[in-house]
């Protein structure tokens, strides 16, 4: 069993989905937590949830695109708990269905002020306290959509494969003092991201869902994956027993970037 006690843990969209099943996670395993998200409602519900089960949380509203918004989640940490050890960057958000030429300047921004302006903050942030302490680790979850190029996913393929780099790039700068960096690339998860599409109009819903459903009936697992199976790996990343890992990007995906999906009749 994963075991972080005595860790002190902050999970970004850690209201719902794969940042909900991760916080519960490294709460699980021992650590204090620091539940994080824009909407409140979800955090506390996820707080309580921890709290329920025996952990120790607390709830700190921040959207992680707004810089004075990151200083105060890692700051109320700190003099919460005494320090900060793990910062999971989850929160992020969906593109829409736009090619390049679909998507005006100031929404594909917005999705990169929050995909990778995010992870930066919450890192820069963080970063001081782990290096007085010469430990930190650190988890990005990009996509298996900053891998490859995926249809009409311009803004989201761009912002992930950016965090995948610049992970690389983190591991360079922070190794040597005692910083662990890693990014997971989930593949389909069956969470509330492909459902709160903002630009889907009504009834186009339905037919994402069955898209996303498809999709991953395709890959080689044939299914979509629950939000704990990528929290299981994200705690073990952040835990002592992958000491040796830094730098490294994970896929949890089913195999999906295994293989192109070449249908039956293929050779
Ligand atoms: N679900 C998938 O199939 C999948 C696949 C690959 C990668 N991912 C990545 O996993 C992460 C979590 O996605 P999910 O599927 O659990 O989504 P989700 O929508 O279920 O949860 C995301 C959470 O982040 C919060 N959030 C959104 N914008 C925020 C902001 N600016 N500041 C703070 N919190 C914010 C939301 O309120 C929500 O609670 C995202 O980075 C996403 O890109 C998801």
Redesign the pocket.
Known sequence: MTDLRGKIAIV??S?????RATVKKIAESGAKVTV????VE?GERTVAEIKAAGGEAIFVQ????QESQVKNLIDTTVSTYGGLDILVN?????GGQLRTHEIELEDFMRIMA??VG?TFLCTKYALPHFLKQRDGRIVN?A???GLIGAPKAAAYCASKGAIINYTRQLTVDYAPDGIRINAIC????D????R?RATLAPGELEAAIARREKAAGMQPIGRQAQ?IEVANVAAFLVSDDASFMTGSIVTVDGGCVTTFNYGEASN
Do not use: F, K, Q
């Open positions: 970004t969209g209201g719902n989905g794969i940042g994080s998200d824009v909407i979800d921040a959207d992680i695109s989850n929160a992020g958000v969906g929050i995909n995010g979850i996509s298996t959509y989930p593949g389909y998860i969470t509330s991201l492909g709160r939000p």
